[in-house]
């Protein structure tokens, strides 16, 4: 346990000063009347898929890229109210094939982040989420499309435990994702063994859970973190066919998050490997961003 | 600890009002189609030139009991219990077959024509291999329904539906035999009743000669089809709309036609069309007729083209001869300004593809997965037709005249593709937003489906014409916009496409419907 704290320790670039910059699912607040802002660049690639349950890859994609800027602030209401927004800018690519990379900005989304309760280190915490889309991507050229055109609403709890003195925390949350129907530019697809006339398609809701073990102090934050997402139900790619937004996409990802904020300025980064899926990409992904702080 | 269970109890509050406002309904609204007593009975569509039938008594249908006979008078009273109360689920079925018997059977094509509509995967040597017929549901699934597959599909299916109504209907008003609720005005019907004679019946001589098309299309879906085929068979029953005999009158004939129409597919040149020792030898001629650069597949590792030899297929509505009148005249060479011209305007889309360029390009895009685009303006035709009215008899003759055309259409196309066998855009590193066809470029496939569709449907629903007319247009250009055709490809093959279209008026104008 001790050498795991230590490579927790280890991990994070050692700086003084506060350690605020927060996000949706984690059990960080800014103070009434503090804003965080982070902007951030992120890149996720992916050479192997799962078509199903079988994982391949697929000499006419060769590489797949997703990249995205992102603007994401947060807002101190009160000192357990925080606000917290996002609004990606996305860009898509492959490195074999003939498919045309999409690029657009995609949804907006906001979270409410309230304190339920807070004792002996012990905190409970619930984020109401909701998001937007905002350009008027096209949703069903996947794998390139840049988002599924859903509106969402989100509720999610989330349990953290803070060892007051070492500042090692372990932090568990879940999450229900409710997901509007889209439209699409055709009037007939097909999902589930059968083709629907209409150009409406009914998208899964989904849900995730994470798992969080990590070393919060005032000017910095290292932790490793586990997340398990699924669909509530779906179908799946067909053999050798593209994915759709109908489709079931369930994946583990595991990864670190780190950083650091000595004042005003600081920098935080976080990469993630999906480890198993299922109609997804076996995707490698990191973000890295620069964060202020100031007060209103 | 009282104030912490209070604010769990609001967050959960909060929970449930954003579960409350989201938990709107997600199911799917789809068109609903429901029965209708035809506009017209078309009682003399028993003359009708068939396709395949030398005439319309070629298969003979005995006579039906009389409506007085105690064999008669026993089915109608099995029909009365049959049809008295029904399942939820029994309702449903005679709500759903109700819609159209030529009308759902289409449907159901169309909807195994986009199952099986995807290439085979490439397997662990870099080879694809080929679907086995005999093997149908294993990988690769047998068949791949690509367009000229789903336009033959479909032609067969809406010819054997026609011919085979055509004979019901001769046998119809030979025997007269009136709706069983017109002789025992106590059964219980569900569906309008026409004054159609029900003996042969329409459904079943259309489930049955579809299933018989279907069986041997689409050979993995045999025990679907006949659990489809025995809920429309029983659905007429439980609407009170036949008796027995009536379904079995229809079932026999239907089969037999089917049987015949069939005779025609297993020649028709479909077994040779995929003769890829072609294709060098057709390279050869079409770089001796000056081509620079041959058409060669985008895909790694390299699949073989689509159905290289479907132009050798027997057409419906023209001769072999006719062939050759209808290939597109030479394409641009490839150093021409005429081509530059073109290549440019693509390059110019790919920079900056608006969004109305990408939803025509989607909306007509029906790649893998899909009905294909035969399958798009059997859809059409099939919904028009309805919306009209029409008789089984009637509806299956559009469907002929269209799916003939749509087939005649894929193999003019195929004819032109593989006699200039002419690179794709993305030979010249153009992207797509729709996903690339592996087969030539000139002429575009859907323009000369679109061509086709469009002349065969404006001469049958004159008030529509200029509709189909835009819509074959918006399909032809959306082929541009998704950027795998040079705008040459698209307009030599809409005008392919209505010459071949009106070789399909040509017939029904000599077909004796005086329609």
Same mark, same amino acid.
């Given at each position: ?218 000017? =910095?934050?290292?932790?490793? =973190? ?71 | ?204 001589? !259309? ?105 050798? !297929? ?48 989607? @909306? ?6 899909? @009905? ?46 593989? @006699?200039?066998? @002419? ?93």
């Amino acid at each position: 346990m001790k050498n795991f704290i230590k490579l927790l320790v280890v991990s994070a670039v050692l700086a003084v000063g506060e350690g605020k910059a927060q996000m949706p699912h984690d059990a960080i607040y800014m103070s009434k009347g503090s804003v965080c802002v982070a902007a951030m660049y992120g890149k996720s690639t992916w050479t192997d898929y799962w078509e199903n349950s079988l994982k391949r890859s697929n000499s006419n994609i060769g590489r797949h890229t997703t990249q995205n800027v992102m603007l994401m602030p947060a807002i101190g209401i009160t000192n357990r109210l925080n606000v917290i927004l996002s609004l990606p800018y996305v860009w898509t690519e492959t490195s074999a094939g003939n498919l045309l990379g999409q690029k657009g900005l995609q949804d907006l989304s906001g979270w409410l982040k309230y304190r339920i309760l807070k004792t002996h280190g012990f905190s409970l915490h619930a984020v109401a989420g909701a998001s937007l889309p905002v350009g008027n991507y096209v949703p069903d050229f996947l794998p390139m499309s840049i988002g599924l055109q859903c509106r969402t609403v989100s509720g999610r709890l989330i349990a953290n435990y803070k060892h007051p003195k070492t500042g090692l925390y372990l932090n568990a949350h879940g999450t229900y994702l409710w997901r509007s129907n889209i439209k699409v530019d055709r009037d007939a697809y097909q999902a589930d063994g059968r083709v629907y006339n209409t150009d409406e398609v009914s998208v899964p809701n989904a849900y995730d859970a994470g798992l969080r073990l990590g070393i919060l102090r005032k000017k =910095w934050q290292t932790e490793f =973190w586990a997340e398990r997402s699924s669909c509530t139900h779906g179908d799946y790619i067909r053999r050798h066919d593209m994915p759709f937004p109908t489709n079931n996409m369930q994946a583990t990802t595991v990864g670190w998050y780190g950083k650091v904020q000595p004042k005003n300025i600081g920098v935080n980064a976080r990469v993630g490997y999906v480890t198993d899926g299922r109609n997804v990409g076996q995707s490698t992904s990191f973000t890295v961003g620069v964060l202020y702080l100031f007060t209103l | 600890m009282k104030i912490y269970i209070n604010r769990l109890k609001g967050a959960i509050g909060v929970f449930a009002t954003v579960a409350v406002l989201t938990s709107c309904d997600k199911t799917i609204e789809e068109p609903q189609r429901v029965g209708y007593a035809p506009a017209s009975v078309d009682e003399k569509a028993g003359s009708w030139k068939t396709y395949q039938l030398t005439s319309a008594t070629e298969i003979a249908v005995a006579a039906p009991k009389a409506v007085s006979s105690p064999e008669y008078v026993a089915e109608l009273a099995s029909l009365k219990q049959k049809s008295a109360s029904l399942t939820k689920e029994q309702q449903e079925a005679v709500v759903y077959w109700g819609a159209g018997a030529v009308y759902r059977w289409n449907e159901i094509a169309r909807e195994l024509a986009a199952r099986y509509n995807i290439p085979p995967a490439y397997n662990a040597e870099g080879k694809y291999p080929v679907p086995d017929a005999a093997n149908p549901l294993a990988d690769p699934k047998f068949p791949f329904a690509n367009p000229p597959y789903a336009s033959r599909a479909l032609a067969y299916l809406s010819v054997a539906q026609y011919d085979a109504l055509v004979a019901a209907w001769n046998y119809k008003y030979q025997f007269k035999r009136a709706a069983p609720s017109k002789t025992d005005a106590t059964i219980r019907v569900a569906l309008p009743v026409s004054s159609i004679p029900t003996y042969p019946s329409e459904d079943a001589v !259309v489930a049955a000669a579809s299933v018989t098309i279907l069986k041997a299309m689409f050979p993995g879906e045999v025990p679907y089809l006949e659990a489809r085929m025995k809920e429309h068979r029983e659905s007429r029953l439980w609407a009170g709309m036949n008796v027995e005999s009536d379904l079995v009158a229809g079932v026999d004939l239907g089969n037999v036609v089917a049987a015949k129409v069939m005779g025609r597919a297993r020649t028709d040149g479909m077994a040779a069309a995929n003769n890829q020792t072609l294709t060098a030898g057709m390279i050869e001629k079409a770089k001796e007729r000056g081509l620079r650069e041959a058409w060669v597949s985008q895909e790694l590792p390299l699949r073989p083209p689509m159905l290289p030899n479907y132009g050798a !297929v027997l057409p419906w509505n023209y001769t072999k001869a006719d062939l050759e009148k209808l290939r597109a005249v030479p394409p641009p060479a490839l150093d021409s300004p005429a081509f530059q011209k073109d290549l440019e305007e693509l390059q110019t889309i790919q920079k900056n593809q608006t969004r109305e360029q990408a939803r025509i390009a989607n @909306y007509w895009a029906d790649g893998a997965g899909s @009905y294909t685009p035969p399958g798009h303006w059997h859809r059409t035709a099939a919904n028009v037709s309805h919306e009209a009215r029409h008789s089984e008899v009637r509806m299956a003759r559009t469907l002929a005249l269209l799916g003939t055309a749509e087939m005649d259409a894929a193999i003019t196309c195929w004819d032109s593709k593989y @006699y200039y066998y @002419y690179p794709r855009p993305q030979q010249f590193k153009v992207k797509t937003s729709v996903g690339l066809p592996n087969f030539p470029s000139y002429t575009s496939g859907h323009s000369t489906f679109s061509g086709a569709a469009a002349t065969v449907l404006g001469y049958l629903f004159p008030d529509q014409a200029e509709t189909f007319t835009k819509q074959a247009q918006e399909a032809s250009v959306s082929r541009i916009y998704g950027l795998i055709h040079y705008r040459f490809d698209c307009e030599a093959g809409l005008k392919a496409g209505n010459e071949v279209g009106n070789y399909a008026i040509a017939r029904a104008k000599a077909d004796g419907s005086g329609l």
